[in-house]
T-cell receptor, first 114, second 115 residues
């Protein structure tokens, strides 16, 4: 298996622009998690899905952030409009219902908002 | 609510020395416990995990961890560190009946290796 795939790996954009991050979970996994990592705040869970349904979005910072999972093999995290404080590394992780919560992480997307 | 405490923000050890990274957790039932490692510019990689059974678990790269229920701890150890072990280490706790609920991560411990 190719593991969790994230794209793009790096994104540089200007303040006010829309940013879309993409994630393809491991085939057969039914839970997907979006995290944000910064030096100041560490690793934060933004939202997670079970069977394509959002379960807990309490970590989403504000309405500028939205996430979707239209099918079992694809998810997006959108920031609109982006702000410099959104600069971070965004990770996607997936797990299956039989793996006792062991999460498999993607390589991350490094977002820089100028 | 579940929580994880990694009391050491940064640890420096000499190459070849032994290592112990501390992790304390709070969880209302039997926890599932994990240690992940993150090298600079990389994602998180699983080192080892505990679900049940033997409280001493072995992982990759020569790491091991011991679950101590009475102390709510899951400390990570390695008898002899290598320069390539320099990285950030995260302890995490989870659980749930369905096996796919969220994990709670600690704030991480940065490990520096000196020659």
């Amino acid at each position: 298996d190719a593991g969790v795939i994230q794209s793009p790996r790096h994104e540089v954009t200007e303040m006010g622009q829309e940013v879309t991050l993409r994630c393809k979970p491991i085939s057969g996994h039914n839970s997907l998690f979006w995290y944000r990592q910064t030096m100041m705040r560490g690793l934060e869970l933004l939202i997670y899905f079970n069977n394509n349904v959002p379960i807990d979005d309490s970590g989403m910072p504000e309405d500028r952030f939205s996430a979707k999972m239209p099918n079992a093999s694809f998810s997006t995290l959108k920031i609109q409009p982006s702000e410099p404080r959104d600069s971070a590394v965004y990770f996607c992780a997936s797990t299956s219902g039989t793996s006792y919560n062991e999460q498999f992480f993607g390589p991350g997307t490094r977002l820089t908002v100028l | 609510a579940q929580s994880v405490t990694q009391p050491d923000i940064h640890i420096t050890v000499s190459e070849g020395a032994s290592l112990e990274l501390r992790c304390n957790y709070s969880y209302g039932a039997t926890p599932y416990l994990f240690w992940y490692v993150q090298s600079p510019g990389q994602g998180l990689q699983l080192l080892l995990k505990y679900f049940s059974g033997d409280t001493l678990v072995q992982g990759i790269k020569g790491f091991e961890a011991e679950f101590k229920r009475s102390q709510s701890s899951f400390n990570l150890r390695k008898p002899s560190v290598h320069w390539s072990d320099a990285a950030e280490y995260f302890c995490a706790v989870g659980g749930g009946n369905f096996g796919n609920e969220k994990l709670t991560f600690g704030t991480g411990t940065r490990l520096t290796i000196i020659p």
